[in-house]
């Protein structure tokens, strides 16, 4: 019988809405511009003092990934792009061993990885 191992929220003690990220939070939303992706994220802190946003990644149809730019537009919305992605259908974030991030929530708690895609 496999042994369930508590989660890193688990051992963090943290619980309750608004306190930690949930990957239901994070979704696509659509964007008025065809070369990049708008995250809707919920609660991004926006108050750092970061100019773009570490570890994100974008692929076309071809699924070929490129690290991509990353802004905070608001509260809950983040802009991802790469001038080469003409047509972004897929996005990711903190997607290898050991990455370089920094989006943080507004209680300073990291963003999980994630990996999306677009819809059509």
């Known amino acids: 019988m496999p ?64 690290w991509a730019k990353a802004e905070i537009i608001d509260n809950n919305h983040v802009s991802v792009y790469n001038a080469i992605v003409m047509r972004p259908m897929y996005v990711r974030y903190a997607w290898e061993d050991n990455p370089e991030v920094n989006l943080v929530n507004v209680e300073g708690l990291p963003a999980p990885a994630f990996n999306m895609t677009a819809k059509e």
């Open 3 to 66: 042994i369930r191992l508590p989660g890193v929220w688990d051992t963090l003690g943290i619980v309750g809405e608004g306190t930690c990220w949930f990957r239901k939070e994070i979704e696509l939303t659509e964007s008025d511009c065809k070369e990049n992706l708008v995250l809707s994220i919920g609660q991004v802190n926006n108050r750092a003092e970061v100019c773009y946003l570490k570890g994100f990644e974008i692929a076309g149809i071809d699924k070929k990934f490129y």
